[in-house]
């Protein structure tokens, strides 16, 4: 359980994170595809781009996120704090596959 929020509470500060880096654009389609879990179609048809651009969108911001999480890891080890590995992964790979 406690490990569930934690890693639920580093990927949520990662995201943060990257909102600061990418366009707003780009984070609304991340948003909704991944954290919302809407279908890609109906968020390239509701912001205006092409249902391709959807899917690399998520891919190059789940991708940073996986290495911010990371980062966010090592700073923290070095605090003297860590979840596994596979663990952080599960999460954002759960995130970015719930609607698949």
Do not use: C
């Not at 948003?31 to 781009?49: T, Y």
């Not at 890891?73 to 995130?95: K, M, P, T």
């Amino acid at each position: 359980m406690f490990e569930a929020q934690w890693r639920k509470n580093l990927f949520a500060g990662a995201v943060e994170l990257i909102k600061l880096k990418v366009h707003l654009k780009q984070f609304q389609v991340f948003d909704l595809v991944v954290l919302k879990g809407w279908p890609a179609a109906e968020v390239a048809r509701s912001l205006g781009v092409s249902l391709a651009n959807v899917y690399v969108i998520r891919h190059r911001i789940t991708s940073m996120a996986r290495k911010e999480v990371k980062r966010l890891e090592n700073e923290l080890e070095q605090r003297g704090l860590r979840i596994s590995d596979s663990q952080s992964e599960s999460f954002i790979s759960d995130a970015q596959n719930k609607n698949d």
